[in-house]
């Protein structure tokens, strides 16, 4: 466990509250929306950098919601139920002024229901230089506040030229 | 009198036909209604035949309206009239238990 910890060089991750309890868990389940292919893979690359940073004692056990299948009620209502249990829930957008509303809907289902158990609220934005998300960033963390939550936000890498 | 049978006759086959009409209306509906069944039991009911095209379900609901789902969690997709069968529980027969006799009662 201390290995994993010192493997890990994500600040951002290790100053989670939950990180130390995060550590001794066996696996950890991720429940992700997602707008496209793209924002799909920058779940999937973050999910490996969680991995990394926890070990391999640890799962990841993912979920992904491509915001598509949001638009189906009865899928949406599934999506809610798993992120209500799910120990980090990420929503992975391109910059825009408001989140799509197939997504608010979904985080109305489920974000003002009592967790059992510590949960992180991650938001995954492009990268800065392609614009910025502050107001969708302003709405989660409040999302994150209410839901007694906490709220990680993060924009991609500026692809190395 | 002749006038009134011809009535009466002609009115009897308007109501023939309009019956005949509905029908074929109840039936083209429920032709194209889908059930596709998730792998947690969930079932969303379509109003055009699902297709399957780069690992998603599309298909139309009620409204007309496209919507998507990942091949990846559908467990089933069915016609809604197999899926319905499919759904009647089966009657359940109990059957009486086998009376042993009193020879055999030794042996318990």
Redesign the interface.
């Known amino acids: 466990m201390q290995k994993a910890q010192l493997r890990c060089m994500d600040a951002t991750l290790t100053n989670l509250q939950v990180w130390s309890a995060w550590q001794k868990l066996n696996r950890i389940v991720v429940s992700a929306v997602h707008e496209d292919f793209a924002t799909g893979v920058r779940v999937d690359d973050f999910c490996q950098t969680l991995a990394k940073c926890l070990g391999r004692d640890c799962e990841i056990a993912k979920e992904l919601w491509?915001l598509?299948?949001l638009?189906?009620p009865?899928?949406r209502?599934?999506a809610a139920g798993e992120a209500a249990a799910a120990d980090l829930v990420i929503i992975s957008v391109h910059h825009g002024e408001s989140l799509p509303g197939e997504i608010k809907s979904w985080l109305d289902l489920w974000s003002k229901q009592k967790a059992t158990r510590p949960k992180v609220l991650l938001a995954l934005f492009d990268p800065l230089y392609l614009g910025t998300s502050s107001s969708i960033h302003a709405f989660l963390q409040g999302v994150a506040r209410k839901g007694n939550m906490e709220f990680l936000a993060r924009s991609e890498d500026k692809p190395e030229d | 009198m002749d006038r009134t049978r011809a009535d009466q006759e002609h009115s009897t086959m308007k109501k023939a036909a309009l019956a005949l009409v509905i029908g074929l209306i109840a039936l083209t509906g429920c032709a194209h209604r889908y059930v596709i069944r998730?792998d947690?039991g969930?079932?969303?009911t379509t109003a055009s035949k699902p297709v399957l095209k780069e690992g998603?379900y599309s298909f139309k609901?009620a409204k007309g309206?496209e919507?998507?789902?990942?091949a990846g969690?559908v467990r089933e997709v069915a016609p809604a009239s197999v899926a319905a069968k499919e759904n009647k529980a089966k009657p359940f027969k109990s059957e009486p238990p086998k009376k042993r006799k009193w020879y055999f009662l030794w042996l318990a």
């Open positions: 491509p598509t299948e638009r189906t009865k899928l209502a599934v | 998730l947690n969930t079932e969303i998603t609901d309206e919507q998507f789902v990942g969690r």
